[in-house]
């Protein structure tokens, strides 16, 4: 059974700290992925990335970096965490292809206060 | 720009009945469509995509969904609704610019009465 794993399901931090959400998969996908879902929204890509230590920026990567030591691990980090970070994260991966199915990861629900 | 719209925030529908949820999409080839799921709690699953061929195109859990070129719409079906459909629907569309960026609608929440 494929599995995508995120470190936290529920998360609180304080404005200004530095936040980092771990993502890791087991399928050895190429690709993974950082969303944002926020009500109203659906979801909003962050960050991408394609192979170890690639990636490229998505709709919304303003106050996030990431970053791909390894394959089958994407980290997202917020430098400096504001309450406009408050969201839903959401991590996925695919193999290389196009369009190829996205496995999500069950959510990061991030509260900066 | 391309975009996806699901003009239903929320739907009911009792247990048994049919469901339709919508999809517009704004695009001027054929698109790549996907419709995903996200039950409470848990990470999006993909219900059912479409590339090319049949318009008609059958899922997983009893969907299914028809591509209409003519109206820009991708919409979901299922014949009889469970109480265990209720979740969150999202219909994404591949962007031209990209072979693995989705753009996804703003989601269609689904309650399902006893």
């Known amino acids: 059974d494929v599995k995508v794993t995120q470190s936290s399901r529920y998360l609180v931090k304080r404005t200004g700290e530095k936040v980092f959400l771990e993502c890791v998969q087991d399928?050895?996908?190429?690709?993974m992925f950082w969303y944002r879902q926020d009500p109203g929204l659906g979801l909003r890509l962050i960050y991408f990335?394609?192979?170890?230590?690639?990636?490229e920026k998505g709709d919304i990567p303003e106050g996030y970096s990431v970053s791909r030591e390894k394959k089958e691990r994407f980290s997202l980090i917020l430098e400096s965490a504001s309450t406009n970070q408050t969201s839903m994260y959401l991590c996925?991966?695919?193999?290389?292809?196009?369009?190829?199915?996205?496995?999500f990861g069950p959510g990061t629900r991030l509260t900066v206060t | 720009a391309q975009s996806v719209t699901q003009p239903d925030i929320h739907i009911t529908v009792s247990e048994g009945a049919s469901l339709e949820l919508r999809c517009n999409y704004s695009?001027?080839?054929?698109?790549?469509l996907f419709w995903y799921v996200q039950s409470p709690g848990q990470g999006l699953q993909l219900l059912l995509k479409?590339?090319?061929?049949?318009?008609l195109v059958q899922g997983i859990k009893g969907f299914e969904a028809e591509f209409k070129r003519s109206q820009s719409s991708f919409n979901l079906r299922k014949p009889s609704v469970h109480w265990s459909d209720a979740a969150e629907y999202f219909c994404?569309?591949?962007?031209?610019?990209?072979?693995?960026?989705?753009?996804f609608g703003s989601g269609t929440r689904l309650l399902v009465r006893p």
């Open positions: 996925a991966s695919s193999l290389i292809g196009t369009f190829n199915e996205q496995y």
């Open positions: 399928m050895d996908h190429e690709n």
């Open positions: 994404a569309v591949g962007r031209m610019d990209s072979s693995y960026k989705l753009i």
């Open positions: 695009y001027g080839a054929t698109p790549y």
């Open positions: 479409y590339f090319s061929g049949d318009t």
């Open positions: 990335s394609y192979d170890v230590k690639m990636k």
